[in-house]
């Protein structure tokens, strides 16, 4: 088995244990390369401030799915488990 492999398998299982992070990753991407493309149609807004704009958004949604993946977490955690774990005992 290569690296290659390895490495694909690896990412694969991590995306599986914790959906957002891809979802973060594709969201910034999505972001960058669309306020990149806007970058023509700027006007006269300054290109650091064009930029700033673009980082701001794309931190923003990174920030976002990371909160929403611990949510998640908490919930599947703190929420579902517990009651699958009661369900067991009352079946016993």
């Known amino acids: 088995m290569s690296t290659d492999e390895d490495n694909d398998s690896k990412f694969?299982?991590?995306a599986k244990e914790n959906p957002f992070v891809p979802l973060g990753m594709a969201g910034f991407f999505a972001i960058v390369g669309y306020r990149l493309m806007?970058?023509?149609?700027?006007g006269d807004t300054k290109m650091s401030?064009?930029?700033?704009?673009?980082?701001?958004?794309?931190?923003?949604?990174?920030?976002?799915?990371i909160t929403v993946?611990?949510?998640?977490?908490?919930?599947?955690?703190?929420y579902v488990k517990p009651r699958e774990e009661q369900k067991?005992?009352?079946?016993k």
């Open 12 to 14: 694969m299982r991590k």
């Open 38 to 42: 806007k970058m023509k149609n700027r």
């Open 49 to 65: 401030v064009h930029l700033i704009h673009m980082r701001v958004a794309a931190q923003g949604f990174v920030v976002g799915a």
């Open 69 to 78: 993946g611990v949510l998640y977490s908490m919930y599947k955690e703190y």
């Open 88 to 91: 067991a005992l009352t079946q």
